[in-house]
């Protein structure tokens, strides 16, 4: 897996195809899919299999983001401007968090978790996406 | 359709879920797919089948963007803080564009076409995308 990925994120859960992963901000829960295809970018370069499954694999991310903290909009992305290795954002959005109504990338600097709670938080999301 | 989308956007194809349409922007060739299920605002909204046509429907929208301009990333993204209706944006992104590496959102002021350039593009884009 990319190393900016990695340094970024706490595991979470082995989806299928996917790695989730947790950001370490806590301006917002917010999910990483990285499919273990470390050598693909783009959505398009799965298999139409694998686009399936990731699409299954973001709907679970947005049901346990949805079942475990307060959202009032999700954010479904697949940037990679930055980190070129194929990876999907699921974030839960809340009107008052530091970026409303704008994208949450470069918006605020990042806020770390207290002690514990980024991997208690990841806990109970592997609970819901397992 | 939200009367934001209409406004600035103009018709590129009907596929089999979502409505194509091409965002008046020069500076980013950006496609924006509107699934006629004007009530939602999530992909999770959607049903199973819906959501895999969607992916397709992505995926669609994605090889026609390649073959028509030139770009060095797709961006792909369900956002919707703004404009509630469910929506997926599907952007190519060249590294000389008025954003990169950053979103497009918020990022440049919007640029006119030239009288005349936004429907060519759309009309290639429709032949691509049909």
Redesign the interface.
């Known amino acids: 897996m990319d190393a900016r990925l990695l340094a970024e994120t706490i595991a979470v859960a082995e989806l299928p195809l996917s790695a989730a992963r947790l950001m370490g901000d806590a301006n917002y829960p917010w999910l990483i899919l990285v499919p273990r295809r470390p050598a693909l970018?783009?959505?398009?370069d799965l298999d139409a299999d694998d686009?399936?499954q990731?699409?299954?694999e973001?709907?679970r991310a947005?049901?346990a983001l949805?079942a475990v903290v307060s959202c009032d909009?999700?954010?479904?992305?697949?940037?990679?401007?930055?980190v070129?290795q194929l990876h999907v954002h699921v974030i839960g959005?809340t009107k008052s968090d530091a970026a409303?109504?704008?994208?949450v990338?470069?918006a605020a600097p990042p806020k770390p978790y207290p002690p514990g709670a980024a991997e208690a938080l990841a806990r109970r999301l592997a609970e819901r996406l397992g």
Do not use: C, T
């Open positions: 970018a783009e959505i398009i686009r399936a990731l699409m299954r973001i709907s947005s049901e949805r909009k999700l954010n479904v992305a697949a940037l990679g401007n930055m070129r959005r409303w109504p704008k994208p990338w470069g």
